[in-house]
């Protein structure tokens, strides 16, 4: 459908750089979504939302994208989108530097992923806990990053790889 189309045209655009043509994107195909009545893709294009913006330099609208996706998905079965929406809470805490929130959220993302084979999912959740808690020094974190990494390299998730190895400089 055109949403899913115009979430391409997004994406690609921010892998270029170009934040404020992906956000438009993103948000004209969340209001085919939500015209659709697909509640699925709407959280899942509101986490895009929320990342996006932040690699935008906009936080607080990252943070608010963010809690709707999560806020819309979880009274759905439990599923991938919920457990993106759920990690991408954990990523933004982390990189706050709210490291309790971070593994909490973090925690619920990896149980997920866990559960229904998401090995994407499950890297990216080791990272975000895995990284909270390596900054405040806890012996934990590093192995959980490491194994993140295992997981990107074993499936050739390049930005996770790279998100890895800058987390554990």
């Known amino acids: 459908p055109a949403g899913m189309a115009l979430q391409v045209v997004g994406s ?18 969340l209001a085919i979504w939500r015209e659709l009545g697909d509640v699925r893709q ?26 709707q ?20 809470r954990s990523q933004l805490y982390m990189l706050s530097g ?3 929130d971070a593994v909490d959220w973090g925690e619920r993302a990896i149980e997920l992923p866990t559960r229904i084979g998401s090995d994407e999912l499950l890297s990216h959740a080791l ?26 390299l074993a499936h050739d998730f390049e930005e996770h790889v790279a998100r890895c190895y800058a987390n554990l400089c």
């Open 12 to 29: 690609a655009a921010g892998e270029g750089g170009d934040y404020e043509r992906a956000v438009a994107r993103h948000q004209e195909s």
């Open 42 to 67: 709407e959280g899942l294009t509101l986490r895009w939302l929320s990342r996006l913006s932040w690699y935008g330099g906009r936080k607080r609208e990252a943070e608010e994208y963010a809690n």
């Open 69 to 88: 996706a999560v806020r819309l998905l979880q009274d759905l079965p439990e599923d991938e989108a919920y457990a993106w929406a759920l990690s991408n």
């Open 98 to 100: 709210h490291t309790a």
């Open 127 to 152: 990272n975000n806990v895995g990284t909270a808690r390596y900054m405040i020094g806890s012996p934990d974190g590093k192995p959980m990053l490491e194994h993140s990494l295992q997981i990107a």
